[in-house]
């Protein structure tokens, strides 16, 4: 099963019967936008004073929104050059958000991480390693959505690269669920993000590097 599969599936089964709601309801796009915003805000809250389980849960309710705004838009026939911005400036605020975060959470007196592997005195499996990756992979995220907004402006559609915004939001959401009873699952899931988005950052900037000139 593919990407283009899955994005069927969640069409058919999630993102249609929602925007029907949604706009039986008298929502505009934009409003569902800032609403997805509000909820993972709330979300990051709860996850800083370390209640994961329903902090994770709303987190992936509010970037799951992110599938709905654009099919209302279209549904209305109010899709938006500026609805397309706003979209993607929440998308960033909404990840900077969670992973602020987890960064006050690692730094706080509340972290109960134990350091069971250590190199160098480093210990992975700590609350220092845990601000270090919720830093490393906040900026890995960023900068591939830059790549591909930045190519955009340059007439490339560059959207391709195995860790894109959907796949960081189920990987992140999953991991802060599961984190209510194995704190150390979030420290395993930021690392191989922060990998997985150093190497679509490459894969990136190779296929803007073949089409550009």
Not at 37 to 54: N, S
Not at 67 to 95: M, N
Not at 141 to 151: F, G
């Amino acid at each position: 099963m593919n990407r283009k599969s899955i994005r069927a599936i969640l069409a058919k089964y999630y993102e249609v019967p929602l925007v029907n709601f949604f706009d039986s309801l008298g929502f505009s796009p934009n409003g569902i936008t800032i609403l997805g915003f509000v909820i993972t805000a709330g979300a990051g809250i709860l996850i800083a004073c370390q209640y994961f389980l329903i902090g994770g849960l709303l987190m992936l309710g509010g970037g799951a929104l992110d599938l709905i705004d654009g099919g209302l838009a279209r549904r209305k026939g109010k899709a938006s050059k500026f609805g397309a911005f706003l979209d993607s400036v929440i998308d960033r605020f909404q990840e900077g958000v969670v992973l602020l975060a987890l960064l006050y959470y690692f730094s706080s007196s509340g972290c109960t991480l134990v350091e069971t592997v250590r190199w160098d005195g480093f210990g992975f499996f700590s609350c220092r390693a845990g601000v270090i990756l919720a830093y490393i992979t906040f900026m890995a995220s960023v900068m591939v959505s830059y790549l591909r907004a930045r190519a955009e402006g340059l007439g490339i559609k560059c959207d391709i690269g195995i860790m894109t915004r959907p796949e960081r939001v189920a990987a992140i959401g999953i991991a802060i669920c599961i984190s209510e009873w194995i704190p150390e699952t979030i420290l395993v899931v930021l690392f191989l993000i922060t990998l997985l988005c150093f190497f679509t950052t490459i894969q990136r900037i190779a296929y803007s590097w073949r089409n550009l000139d």
